[in-house]
């Protein structure tokens, strides 16, 4: 999967208005449907943006907000039947890292996503098109990301495909005590982590190590 999006959601940036998302996304989205053999995913929580990069050529809603960021997402989604990544995030993209609370992060992300499966099929949405997020980074502190990837087996147990989007984030430079932007190996090895713990899609930015790494990590039998 290709994931296009055209607004930050990483923590305290500032949003986009629609048309402006539109116009960042569509040039590429239209630049690479058709030429690729693999499905594009667009990470947005705005239904007029969805609709626009569906009839480019994406497949996937990627939405951070767990399709409550916009009443009209989860009928589109429902409509013409694509694929939809329901995320966790506490907050909002300006507020979520404001002194997060959990009293038990595990069994609160659990119940979450829970409902909004139980949303998402009572939308009209099925059930084979549906992709659960326990959303690290969103609305966590390292702390609590690091409880989230120690269970990733619980998130598992839940009847539909788990993603982890761990990519680069945070609590890998706080773990190292690396202050460098480079968190590629960080990455890796959080990836061969959750993949062996049973995720079944893995987001990164370094595809070529983190695929390498799979094969290996495969190979020595480490994972089916």
Same mark, same amino acid.
């Given at each position: 999967i290709i994931d296009i999006g055209g607004e930050s959601t990483r923590p305290y940036s500032d949003p986009v208005a629609i048309? %402006?998302? $539109?116009?960042?996304? @569509?040039? $590429? *989205?239209d630049g690479l449907a058709g030429r690729l053999s693999i499905p594009i995913s667009i990470d947005t929580s705005?239904?007029? $943006?969805?609709?626009?990069?569906?009839?480019?050529?994406? %497949? *996937? *809603?990627?939405?951070? #907000?767990? @399709?409550?960021?916009?009443?009209?997402?989860?009928?589109l989604a429902a409509a013409v039947e694509v694929g939809?990544?329901?995320m966790h995030m506490k907050g909002t993209p300006q507020t979520m890292q404001d002194d997060p609370?959990?009293?038990?992060?595990? %069994?609160?992300? @659990?119940e979450y996503l829970r409902?909004?499966?139980e949303f998402c099929l009572s939308a009209g949405i099925d059930k084979e098109c549906i992709c659960l997020d326990p959303g690290i980074g969103f609305g966590k502190t390292h702390e609590h990301n690091l409880e989230l990837l120690r269970h990733t087996k619980r998130f598992c147990e839940l009847e539909a495909p788990i993603l982890i989007g761990h990519s680069r984030k945070?609590? *890998?430079?706080?773990? @190292?005590g690396?202050? #460098?932007a480079d968190r590629t190996?960080? #990455?890796?090895?959080?990836s061969l982590a959750v993949a062996a713990a049973g995720a079944d899609v893995i987001r990164v930015h370094d595809v070529k190590p983190t695929v390498d790494a799979l094969k290996l990590f495969r190979a020595a039998g480490a994972i089916p």
């Open positions: 048309d %402006e998302e $539109v116009r960042r996304v @569509l040039p $590429v *989205i705005k239904s007029a $943006v969805a609709r626009e990069a569906i009839d480019a050529g994406a %497949e *996937i *809603i990627n939405d951070v #907000t767990g @399709l409550e960021g916009d009443p009209g997402m989860a009928p939809v990544c329901v609370q959990y009293d038990n992060v595990v %069994e609160e992300i @659990l409902q909004r499966m945070g609590f *890998i430079g706080k773990v @190292l690396d202050k #460098t190996a960080g #990455t890796v090895g959080v």
